[in-house]
């Protein structure tokens, strides 16, 4: 745990994976890629960002940190350099259809600038400083920030090279998120926490799904965890 005093480390006593991911063997089109960590005390150093529960998210910015590897939208991720901590921002706007992808996932695209063609959903012009996750990001927090507070609404599941079949973390590749929000009562359930049921709403911009449905089962399509 990184604070502005330096790193604290903190011992695991149990490591608790939802039965469903055993279940589905691993798919993570089934949106169970989520555990829990239980710590040997308690983490007092930090303020912990709060669940989101509202299932009226809506199309908008999501901060994704992690230790992953770094590069550009034109390389795709570059080896050796995983391990630092770093965040930064994309649009959430996607989820599975329910259908053949689980709506428990969220998705954000990688947009190249002045290329329309390398965007997948949602609007094509990305954010000034467009970022997206890569190798070593896995586990780490999707955040958006609502009325200065911040609620954690996923985390980083997968890569996807949905445009060119290649799943480096280039323009015109999807990241996935599994949706804690969708969680909330089995976190609940084994933390001991009580968490109050997500509240009823419109759900989030789904544009993609139909398209995500299409293409999956297109041969050079391919997806990969991020460890």
Do not use: C
């Not at 829990?36 to 910015?61: E, G, K, N, W």
């Amino acid at each position: 745990l990184e604070t502005g005093n330096g790193v604290l480390s903190y011992a695991a006593s149990e490591w608790l994976a939802h039965p469903g991911w055993a279940a589905t063997q691993g798919d993570l089109f089934a949106g169970y890629d989520i555990g829990l960590v239980r710590l040997s005390s308690s983490v007092t150093a930090v303020q912990a960002a709060t669940l989101y529960l509202q299932d009226s998210l809506q199309i908008q910015p999501g901060t994704i940190v992690g230790y992953g590897a770094t590069g550009t939208g034109l390389t795709g991720f570059n080896g050796g350099t995983l391990g630092t901590k770093r965040a930064g921002q994309n649009m959430i706007d996607a989820q599975g259809d329910g259908i053949s992808i689980s709506s428990n996932i969220l998705f954000v695209d990688f947009d190249r600038p002045g290329v329309p063609g390398e965007s997948v959903t949602g609007s094509n012009l990305p954010l000034a400083l467009e970022y997206l996750s890569a190798p070593g990001d896995s586990g780490g927090g999707l955040f958006i920030t609502q009325n200065s507070q911040t609620f954690l609404v996923g985390v980083t599941s997968f890569g996807w090279g949905i445009t060119d079949g290649l799943a480096n973390s280039d323009y015109g590749d999807l990241a996935g998120f599994t949706s804690t929000t969708a969680y909330a009562s089995w976190i609940s359930s084994v933390t001991g926490v009580a968490i109050p049921e997500p509240s009823s709403g419109s759900l989030l911009a789904i544009a993609l799904a139909f398209y995500l449905h299409r293409r999956r089962g297109s041969s050079h399509l391919q997806r990969s965890l991020l460890p």
